[in-house]
């Protein structure tokens, strides 16, 4: 249902606030007015944290009042946020942000990339170990009464008409780290269709060449570096059927993104005449409004916070192995899918409902008893991925961009604790942690990996829940698009690469259903083990939507730090050995070095032994190093050679190596 919104006075009083917080609860939960009374919490009446985004930003449009996420908690009541509300628009203001959202005076203008962005730019020059040629994600899903002959022509104009709904469709990113938008004018701003005409062709060879799309646009993603972030392909199939498939970069998209995207192409190929409500504000002016971000006395707050917990992280889990990630060169990622009926995922709902957790934390959970069998510890460290749209403005919520961050967040799992007190646990820790989100899990991540002395990453195993962002987007997209005909959203294919990643486990809805996934890089794991930890992982939820399994204490090991034994585990393998190097440099290729080191840097750089990061350095800041070097020296070394002996005495070598200079 929608609300209707009343006008609100310039200076609302109690019962205003209360009114209009009633109106956009009825409205987001789909509840009658009457049904949302002070003492229940947003998640008691069937909220999420996907939903809060668009509660923060509907008050802001409402009320005018800008509220953190971390002010609007699941467990929060109406009654508690009414209250809230009156104070910050009485006197007491929200943390400083001092940060307005207004549009560029170029909106073509360069702007920096975020610092998800920037780990995924690094990964696709190899810079890390587990690295690929492209950050991606690729989905093809099923049509079904298509309109063939209209087909490509429906969906060249949708994606047309939508690149100027949307600029970040013909976003680019520039050698040296950086992104701008082209024009609308520019040819080529857009990726051209592609279609595969299988009408009239067999079933084999149409399983032949469908097999053929999705081998090349899962291994070779669309790169903003040389052309588009989008890859856009069309397949027409006998009897009035097809496929879309659509590769994504993780540079330009993130998961919310990637829905609104589709959302927004699907509802142009429906309709010639479809006009969307206009954006006020595109990516790029939010990625701008940031740029002060880090001197405001919150980010402050939050880098203090984060710093003074680090040391005090547990281990990532300690998965046995049979190689060792540096060793390998991954092409795709595997995956292990299962799939929740409808009857079962409302079933788990409403057994989270009555244990006061959401379904992300339940599933959070799971995963962790999960990988704490299988590593033998439960103090676990993970990488989880956050939404992470501050609410700055009322349409935040409806740009695409990469906005996503990822947030460290510590597992200590009491193994003499039920399920449900381990969710509970779970849940608070996560709240609070999300609390302090304007410093991301990239930036602590740098400043813990520093601190341990490795180079290696600090939380390969990361989750990934977007459950509730279907009901955030305003409720489960429509199936009609028009000539493209029905979309049968239960038949896709999927694959996703993503750098310094060894295992992630998605979450996500699929019209009444939920799927999870595990995708790993199999080349590292024993299949035998994957396969017995998915099974876990599925059967415990299972359980817990049955009601059974939220009293019983789950069998989990005593120990809560990582234990060495004679197998290979991911947290404890070794760092690859680092030359010492001291004393001023040798010869001009180091004093070079030097020189670039502080151009970057800013510091005075004058020894050999100097490491780049310890002088200050990140690994944005190495790409734009190893560029100056190859203009200084001739000498092209790879990244991933740099972040092997980031001194200025390996650094050196590295380019004599690629001169084929023998010292």
């Not at 923060?56 to 109406?78: F, G, H, M, P, Y």
């Not at 690149?163 to 950086?178: E, F, I």
């Not at 547990?314 to 540096?326: G, M, T, Y």
């Not at 650094?651 to 084929?660: D, E, K, W, Y």
Request: hydrophobic share 45%.
């Amino acid at each position: 249902m929608t609300a209707q919104v009343d006008s609100v006075p310039a200076v609302p009083g109690t019962d205003d606030i209360r009114r209009v917080l009633t109106e956009i609860w009825a409205e987001l939960l789909d509840l009658q007015p009457a049904d949302v009374v002070d003492d229940a919490s947003f998640l008691r009446l069937g909220g999420d944290s996907v939903l809060t985004v668009r509660m923060s930003a509907l008050i802001r449009k409402r009320l005018d009042i800008a509220l953190e996420l971390s002010d609007v908690r699941v467990e929060t009541t109406l009654g508690q946020l009414v209250e809230l509300v009156e104070r910050r628009s009485r006197d007491e203001p929200a943390r400083a942000w001092n940060i307005e959202i207004a549009r560029r005076d170029d909106p073509h203008s360069t702007f920096p990339l975020l610092p998800l962005q920037q780990g995924y730019f690094v990964g696709q020059q190899d810079g890390w170990e587990l690295s690929y040629e492209s950050a991606h994600y690729y989905l093809d899903y099923a049509l079904d009464g298509m309109e063939s002959d209209d087909a490509e022509d429906a969906l060249a104009d949708a994606l047309e008409r939508l690149a100027r709904h949307q600029p970040t469709l013909r976003a680019r990113v520039t050698s040296d780290g950086r992104q701008y938008v082209l024009a609308e004018s520019d040819p080529s701003a857009l990726p051209r269709v592609t279609l595969y005409d299988l009408r009239d062709r067999d079933e084999l060879e149409i399983e032949s060449t469908l097999a053929d799309v999705r081998r090349d646009m899962s291994e070779h993603g669309p790169d903003p570096i040389t052309g588009p972030g989008i890859d856009v392909r069309l397949t027409l199939l006998p009897g009035g059927r097809g496929r879309l498939h659509l590769g994504m970069s993780l540079l330009t998209f993130d998961g919310w993104s990637s829905g609104a995207m589709n959302r927004d192409l699907l509802a142009y190929a429906a309709d010639w005449n479809a006009t969307l409500v206009p954006l006020s504000i595109d990516f790029g002016d939010y990625v701008s409004s940031l740029s002060g971000l880090s001197r405001t006395e919150a980010w402050l707050a939050d880098r203090e916070w984060w710093w003074d917990r680090l040391d005090d992280l547990p281990a990532p889990p300690a998965l046995p192995l049979v190689a060792d990630p540096k060793s390998v060169r991954p092409v795709t990622m595997g995956n292990r899918e299962a799939r929740f009926s409808a009857d079962e995922w409302a079933a788990l709902r409403a057994q989270c409902t009555a244990h006061d957790v959401t379904a992300s934390t339940v599933m959070l959970t799971a995963f962790g008893t999960v990988l704490a069998r299988w590593a033998g510890h439960s103090d676990l460290l993970l990488n989880a991925l956050q939404l992470n749209r501050l609410p700055l403005h009322p349409d935040v919520h409806r740009v695409v961009g990469a906005f996503a961050a990822t947030m460290l967040i510590p597992l200590e799992l009491d193994p003499d604790a039920s399920f449900a007190e381990l969710a509970a646990s779970v849940q608070s820790v996560s709240s609070e942690y999300t609390s302090h989100n304007l410093v991301s899990g990239v930036e602590a991540g740098r400043e813990l990996a520093r601190r341990r002395g490795s180079r290696r990453p600090p939380a390969p195993i990361v989750f990934q829940s977007v459950l509730g962002v279907d009901a955030a987007m305003g409720g489960t997209a429509s199936t009609d698009a028009g000539p493209l005909g029905t979309v049968d959203i239960a038949d896709y294919f999927h694959q996703l690469r993503t750098p310094q990643v060894a295992l992630e486990v998605r979450c996500f809805e699929l019209g009444d259903e939920v799927v999870t996934v595990f995708s790993l890089v199999d080349e590292i794991f024993d299949v035998a083990e994957v396969a017995v930890a998915f099974e876990e992982f599925v059967s415990t939820v299972h359980e817990l939507a049955a009601g059974r399994g939220w009293e019983a204490v789950p069998d989990l090991p005593r120990a809560g730090a990582p234990v060495a034994d004679d197998r290979m585990r991911l947290g404890l393998l070794p760092d690859p050995p680092v030359n010492e190097h001291s004393g001023p440099p040798i010869d001009d290729l180091e004093y070079t070095v030097c020189e670039v080191f502080e151009e970057f840097l800013d510091v005075p750089v004058l020894d050999r032994g100097g490491n780049f990061f310890a002088l200050g350095g990140d690994s944005m800041l190495a790409v734009r190093v190893v560029a100056l070097l190859a203009k200084e020296t001739g000498a092209a070394i790879a990244i991933r050679d740099f972040l092997d002996d980031p001194t200025v005495a390996g650094a050196a070598s590295a380019v004599r190596l690629r001169l084929g200079v023998i010292q």
